[in-house]
């Protein structure tokens, strides 16, 4: 299992020598944790768009470093070629994706953060999403894709691949998918299960997961009010998954993430399990893990997984939870 972390051993000489000098320096750092293995091409390209917002500048920090690798030798620094060529290839095959996403984020309103209030915060996702949606339905839900239907479906699989190896597809299985954007995952799960329904703030995203997906016969989509999950009763679903979900809901307020907790405890089966890819965007996984497993004791669940990286494209960091069967009074 590939493990891809946010952190990991400072670059090696020979990535310093192809990074040296290319300003600013955190397109540096962000080429040094690429090279190192310890991001992928693709989120190191989302990465270094958000940093500058300007594909042009990105292009040429990649080109220089690709002149410099073909220096390098074959047979000594071959794992490091391989990065190098699969970032440029990348860079390559998705130039126009990489303007795109610059022109979004140039265009992307600016969050009120952390919100004043959860009405506020939740009002801000749902003009955020919506709008971004019409920009781009890859990218919206997951930037890494660069906006290329591709990339985002090979992302998917592997988050599939994932809940697959927990043990959340079965055939005989209710899912929910706690802001489900534009359904890709509501998509690829219906076949394996019995039931999935997805509900999001963005009434746009909806719109786009009802036409990607809304005609399979198992499906449910829901545009929600962004406060909870009242529309579903208690202890319908055997898995629970909020991908990239929640550090939305955190921007949103504390209280909302004790609400979409204590939600999910109640609409989840006794034996359930809340699968989370990403809790916040702090980039402190051990703030992450300890604020998780303290959500988890308060309302009523095991904590399986806590703070892993299990994906080789994207970086999720993924918890896993299990709902505790009801204390038997004596
Ligand atoms: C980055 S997108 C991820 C979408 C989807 N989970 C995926 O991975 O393809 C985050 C999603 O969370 C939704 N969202 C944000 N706040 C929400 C809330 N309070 N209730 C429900 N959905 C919310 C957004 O509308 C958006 O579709």
Known sequence: MAHIGFAGEPPSPAVRRLTAGIAPSTLQEILNRCLSGTVSPAVALMQMLIDTEDASAVRAAVDEVTGRAATLSRASDS?????????????????????????????????????????????????LFDWSVQQSEEASVALYSLGSPQLLERATMEIMAELEQWGRVSNDHSVLDIGCGIGRLVQKLAPYVREVSGIDVSKRMIDAAV???????????????????????????????AVDTFPYLRQSGAALVETYFMEAARVLKPGGELVIF??????????????????????????????????????????????RPPAVSS
């Open 211 to 241: 036409r990607r997906c809304g005609s399979l016969p198992n499906v449910h989509l829901l545009k929600g009010t962004g406060h909870d999950l009242h529309e579903f009763a208690g202890a319908t679903f055997d898995t629970a998954i």
């Open 79 to 127: 794992i490091l070629r391989d990065r190098v060529d699969d970032l440029t290839q990348l860079v390559v095959e998705n130039e126009p994706g990489c303007e795109r996403i610059a022109e979004m984020l140039q265009g992307t309103m600016d969050s009120p953060e952390p919100a004043r209030t959860v009405e506020e915060g939740i009002a801000f996702c749902e003009r």
């Open 278 to 323: 990403n809790y916040s965007y702090l980039g402190d996984d051990e703030a992450d893990a300890a604020e998780v497993a303290a959500l988890a004791r308060d309302h009523g669940f095991d904590v399986l997984v806590s703070a892993i990286r299990p994906l080789a494209m994207w970086d999720g960091l993924a918890f896993r939870l299990r709902r």
